[in-house]
């Protein structure tokens, strides 16, 4: 992988990792139409690593309150306040992702990265959140969370192990189906990612460490997704208080397309 393929991959990690239209169907689509040597999940995961660093600061503030309500739950061994509870849905929202993550991983970097099936997801999932987006109210702001939601949301990140569903896709569907207003939903999806990319980074940037090292174009490609990632995660929160996720349901819906037509003239050439 050169720099300026590390850039690039780097750039859509961080974009389409908050942009509900998916980073690991843009990860996986983008060797195979420029013709690149294809990363692998574990580069996938690497990238995501910036992705993690983009959460972290933009929500620092958050974060915070978060971190300092952990530990209050353990000193007192209750949950009282909306901070509290927000933790505890945090780790129920996780649950789901996880167990997913440990036995489908070995199809994750194999068999559900096929353009076809990619290209599906894309349309589908994009269909999905354009029907919801529409359909269901924005009346519940982040506070009026509890816990089936947040398990219900959780199961849908599982869903996200297929490229092309997207997670913050899923998870912002999930919420908007609860009828989360936009900006909650996206704001509970943002908080989600944490645990989960940091636990895959966990399992699997070591592994990639030890095969190839930090090297120039890894360490670009991290640079490059934490910057667009948070690039990515300040526009969706301006740009959903006052519109739809109409414009992105349209992407993937289009892109999904797009990717079918070409799978279909390379099959046939």
Do not use: C
């Not at 509290?84 to 789901?96: E, G, K």
């Amino acid at each position: 992988m050169t720099v300026f393929q590390a850039l690039v991959l780097g750039i859509l990690q961080g974009l389409a990792e908050f942009l509900p239209i998916s980073s690991s169907a843009h990860l996986t689509l983008a060797p195979w139409v420029l013709g690149w040597p294809e990363p692998g999940l574990a580069v996938d995961v690497a990238l995501h690593v910036g992705t993690l660093v983009a959460v972290l600061v933009y929500f620092r503030d958050e974060w915070m309150r978060l971190v300092a309500s952990a530990l209050e739950i353990v000193r007192t061994q209750r949950v009282q306040t909306v901070e509290q509870r927000r933790v505890l849905f945090l780790i129920v929202a996780t649950i789901p992702g996880g167990i997913a993550g440990v036995f489908l991983n070995d199809y994750a970097e194999s068999t559900f990265r096929s353009p076809e099936l990619i290209a599906i997801a894309l349309a589908a999932m994009g269909f999905l959140l354009w029907i919801v987006d529409r359909e269901r109210p924005d009346t519940r702001p982040l506070e009026s969370i509890r816990w089936s939601d947040a398990l219900l949301i959780g199961v849908t990140q599982a869903g996200a192990l297929l490229p092309g569903v997207s997670r913050s896709g899923a998870t912002i569907t999930a919420g908007r189906a609860l009828s989360l207003d936009r900006a909650s939903a996206a704001t509970f999806s943002f908080l989600m990612s944490m645990p989960i990319i940091a636990a895959a980074a966990v399992f699997k940037v070591p592994h990639l460490l030890r095969s190839g090292g930090a090297s120039l174009p890894l360490l670009v490609g991290v640079l490059a997704s934490a910057v667009s990632g948070w690039l990515a995660i300040a526009i969706v929160m301006r740009y959903v208080r006052s519109h739809s996720y109409g414009i992105f349901a349209a992407y993937r819906i289009v892109l999904g397309a797009a990717v079918l037509i070409l799978f279909f003239v390379r099959a046939r050439a």
